[in-house]
């Protein structure tokens, strides 16, 4: 499972950002189309929104791979 620590100073990351930051997309646009098209879960339900605010704890899937949100 890979992880990501949000910043110093942020409450939350964005699902779009998350995604791409895991290496799991190559783009923003990527992220996006992903997204909408429903191939992302958000904690085992599937998320729409690439804006969701993501805080520590939540679990991304995508594609059989698993991203923890942790905080700094």
Same mark, same amino acid.
């Given at each position: 499972m890979e992880e990501i620590?949000?910043?110093n100073g942020d409450e939350f990351i964005k699902l779009g950002? *998350?995604? !791409? *930051? *895991? $290496? =799991? &997309?190559?783009? $923003?646009v990527e992220a996006k189309i992903v997204?909408?098209? $429903?191939l992302v879960k958000v904690n085992g339900k599937v998320e729409t929104q690439r $804006? !969701? !605010?993501l805080v520590g704890?939540?679990? &991304? /899937? =995508? /594609?059989?791979? !698993?991203?923890l949100i942790k905080n700094n």
């Open positions: 620590t949000i910043r950002q *998350a995604i !791409k *930051a *895991a $290496g =799991f &997309v190559e783009s $923003g997204i909408q098209d $429903g $804006g !969701k !605010k704890g939540e679990i &991304v /899937e =995508f /594609e059989g791979n !698993k991203l």
